[in-house]
């Protein structure tokens, strides 16, 4: 079995795969996304591609081979599913539980997850809007768009909220801007870089040009809306 370490890795690489769009991921961003030394990463890279799990070319960077690739959905589906566990059943806020689910997507068990997985209900979309990995590695990918691309008397729905950190995360909750939150694009403001929304259930809400390049919204009501858990931000 991989170790913590390797699955981390593994991780991060197809995340930022996903970003690049699976061009090769250098080890500088890799050092970065893990808080690691350039020269750890670089030497953690060629370990990983003598295993078969990456393949790597230097100055280019790392690009998983499908057998790391199914290494790292499975960490992601084991990381998406505890953070709605801990959402939805122990009442955690979504700002409190990505280091928990850190510490438990390397530990928990095949069983045990399939058991909370069908306790939530096989659920697509974990408590931040990011899609959950299916049992095969298909990675959902629903059409979303960015808030800052909307226009004033634009109607939709929160998708997902890509930035995790746990301030920004306490700033949406407090605005309760959470997945499947309808919204309303009522002003856009060049000058002062603000874009302004209403919700049905808060005050008007004046967000940065940065912060609303953060979230991602559907211009129409999906099928399968991302599940906040009930009330993400309890």
């Not at 259930?201 to 940065?208: D, F, K, Q, R, T």
């Amino acid at each position: 079995m991989p170790t913590s370490t390797v699955e981390d890795y593994l991780k991060q690489i197809f995340l930022a795969q996903q970003a690049r769009v699976d061009q090769p991921v250098p080890t500088s961003r890799i050092a970065a996304s893990l808080n690691v030394s350039q020269a750890s990463a670089t030497t953690m890279v060629k370990a990983l591609a003598q295993a078969g799990l990456v393949r790597y070319r230097r100055y280019a960077g790392a690009l998983l081979t499908t057998a790391g690739r199914d290494v790292a959905t499975g960490v992601l589906r084991r990381h998406r599913i505890v953070e709605l566990f801990l959402v939805r059943v122990m009442g955690m806020s979504w700002s409190e539980v990505h280091q928990d689910a850190e510490l438990l997507e390397h530990v928990i068990s095949d069983r045990l997850l399939a058991r909370i997985d069908a306790m939530l209900g096989h659920p697509s979309f974990d408590p931040h809007g990011d899609p959950i990995p299916t049992l095969e590695g298909t990675v959902p990918s629903p059409h979303s768009t960015c808030l800052l691309e909307c226009v004033p008397g634009q109607v939709a729905v929160i998708a997902r909220v890509l930035d995790q950190r746990a301030d920004f995360l306490r700033q949406l909750e407090l605005q309760r801007l959470f997945p499947g939150t309808p919204i309303r694009v009522q002003a856009r403001s060049d000058a002062a870089l603000t874009i302004a929304i209403t919700t049905s259930s808060a005050a008007p809400v004046e967000l940065s040009f940065r912060d609303a390049g953060r979230i991602m919204v559907y211009s129409a009501v999906p099928s399968a809306q991302p599940d906040r858990g009930g009330d993400a931000g309890r």
